[in-house]
């Protein structure tokens, strides 16, 4: 139960430990998939240690179908905290546009991929490929990190996004997927069902990281 000073306010405790993060609290809803779940622990496991109760990022695993209403669900019971952003990919998503537009008319930020995530690593190594579907995206990229890290890509491996980090170039692959991106839209395609290959979670990693630069 809080504690209250007589005049009826709650103790400095009490205030600190319900506080905004100065630099944000991010609600990260991902689908049932691992390897978009084991990439966004990896961002958020990249918070330098000083920056851990500045910047706080929550990692959450639902459906896809439920994505909307599982980050609705979080903006409602913490509504003291920054940013929610549901993470997916196109891959075999009847409704993927209207998933993303949903979102959006609710206020929650998307970052989705087309086809998959494997476009988004890609980047990484300085290409974003057309592929037709998430099965040829997946294999390209498999080749692609195989031959330039010497490793088996497992689409279940913890450790990819320090993987990415370490045989890639973040910075490269935020300004790749930026330019694909506007590419798309010049093009008048404006769908994210027919933007292949795009990407907008470099826009989430891309505003998490600068913050941890501007704190450097």
């Given amino acids: 139960m809080p504690r209250y000073e007589r005049n009826g306010s709650r103790k400095p405790r009490e205030l600190a430990r319900h506080r905004t993060p100065l630099l944000g609290y991010y609600f990260i809803v991902t689908d049932t998939k691992e390897t978009e779940q084991n990439y966004m622990y990896g961002l958020r496991d990249s918070i330098p240690k000083e920056l851990q109760g500045k910047l706080v990022i929550k ?3 639902t459906k896809t179908k439920n994505l909307v209403e599982e980050a609705l669900n979080l903006a409602s019971l913490n509504p003291q905290f920054g940013e929610t952003w549901i993470i997916f990919d196109r891959d075999q998503v ?3 546009d209207e ?5 959006e008319d609710k206020g929650i930020k998307v970052g989705w991929t087309d086809p998959c995530i ?5 980047a990484y190594f300085g290409k974003m490929p057309t592929y037709p579907d998430s099965v ?3 294999a390209g990229f498999s080749r692609t990190f195989e031959q330039t ?4 890509y497992v689409k279940s491996d913890y450790e990819i996004y320090n993987k990415l980090n370490r045989f890639g170039d973040e910075s490269e692959a935020i300004k790749l997927a930026q330019r694909k991106y506007e590419e798309h839209k010049s093009n008048c395609k404006c769908k994210p069902s ?10 989430l990693v891309n505003e998490i990281k600068s913050k941890i630069t501007k704190e450097k």
Avoid: L
Wanted: overall charge positive; hydrophobic content about 35%; glycine content about 4%.
């Fill in 59 to 61: 990692v959450i695993k």
């Fill in 94 to 96: 009847q409704d993927f």
């Fill in 99 to 103: 998933i993303i537009r949903q979102a």
């Fill in 118 to 122: 494997e476009a988004w690593f890609s």
């Fill in 136 to 138: 040829s995206c997946c």
């Fill in 149 to 152: 890290s010497g490793q088996k």
């Fill in 194 to 203: 027919k933007m292949c290959p795009c990407t907008t979670i470099h826009n």
